[in-house]
């Protein structure tokens, strides 16, 4: 059958027609937002390159805690800037790190918020880099030993959850490993499996101050011309025990999200990195497209690649504009 008996456009004549045929919704429930701490008392340092995200001290960060889960959303990612770098970024499995302290304190307030902690050397180390440095080179099995100190210390201070994002081998079994052996069997790993070597977390690396001092990250991180290798990761990531996958950046490799979403049955996340975020802010601040309009069309379709979470510094502002909705 085809027209003139056939014809789409009677399934959308009406809002509530396409409400009802509507295949993917948003809700701040599928969200994830990602928060920067650092030291001192009553600091809000606005990030330049990310209008809207700040590095907030641990009493700041408990205020914007509060709206956020005011506002519906279920979870948070926090990022530390340590008060010291050095080489093997020890604040980084410090129990008064930055990060440790922010977990008690957000935990204390909000006891039902799932709090994520991202576990990687870059923002905490003094050459920037994601693991140990021998020889200009990351030292991979060295690096194990880190970020297993790292995420058992995270779990100390309660968090729910540890988010490997390094893209060194065999980190998610270690961390396993190092969590059970130390009591905490019910710590979830949401691992970055499927991280690219992208030019899209500029902004992040002022966030976070990680940039590497030299070099770059595509010994670790995947070259983003592949994404049958993503599978090969995320099989690996499995067998090591991972229980949700993170596939990063978004908006370029929806492709990739929709392969790692048909080929497992964990939760799969999609990070919509700082860049992402800044050509929308950017061309939103100078006119150039309705904010709103595009961030809920951009967030629906990572969703409808196959992202069942999706981190984003967008989290805020899409829930209170789908609390609004008419
Ligand atoms: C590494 C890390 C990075 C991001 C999240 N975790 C930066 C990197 O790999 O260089 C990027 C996030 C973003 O761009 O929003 N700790």
């Excluded at 929709?258 to 497992?264: E, G, M, S």
């Amino acid at each position: 059958m085809s027209f003139p008996a056939t014809r789409p456009r009677r399934l959308r004549e009406t809002p509530a027609l396409r409400q009802m045929v509507r295949e993917t919704t948003l809700t701040p429930d599928d969200f994830i937002y990602p928060m920067f701490v650092i030291h001192g008392q009553n600091v809000r340092r606005e990030i330049k390159s990310m209008p809207g995200i700040y590095q907030l001290s641990v009493d700041q960060a408990v205020t914007e805690v509060g709206e956020v889960t005011q506002l519906g959303i279920p979870a948070i990612m926090l990022f530390g800037i340590p008060a010291v770098k050095d080489a093997v970024g020890s604040e980084n499995f410090s129990d008064q790190g930055i990060v440790q302290q922010a977990i008690r304190a957000i935990k204390a307030a909000n006891p039902n918020l799932i709090v994520i902690a991202d576990v990687c050397m870059c923002e905490y180390t003094d050459h920037g880099h994601c693991g140990i440095v021998e020889n200009d080179e990351i030292v991979n099995d060295a690096t194990l030993e880190i970020l297993q100190k790292a995420a058992v210390s995270y779990a100390q201070a309660k968090a729910d959850v540890v988010a490997p994002s390094g893209m060194m081998d065999g980190m998610v079994g270690a961390i396993r490993s190092a969590l059970d052996a130390e009591g905490f069997a019910s710590v979830n790993i949401l691992s970055y499996a499927i991280k690219y070597a992208s030019a899209f977390y500029g902004p992040f690396r002022e966030a976070a101050e990680g940039a590497p001092k030299f070099g770059d990250r595509k010994t670790h991180q995947m070259d983003p011309a592949n994404a049958r290798e993503a599978l090969r990761e995320l099989a690996l990531d499995i067998e090591e025990g991972a229980d949700m996958v993170m596939v990063k950046p978004a908006l370029p490799y929806l492709d990739v999200i929709r392969r790692v979403r048909d080929a497992c049955h964990l939760p799969v996340g999609a990070y919509n990195v700082s860049g992402e975020y800044a050509m929308i802010k950017a061309a939103a601040a100078n006119g150039w497209l309705d904010e709103r309009a595009v961030v809920l069309e951009l967030l629906t379709g990572i969703k409808r690649a196959g992202a069942d979470l999706i981190l984003t510094y967008h989290a805020k502002d899409a829930a209170r504009w789908l609390r609004d909705r008419d």
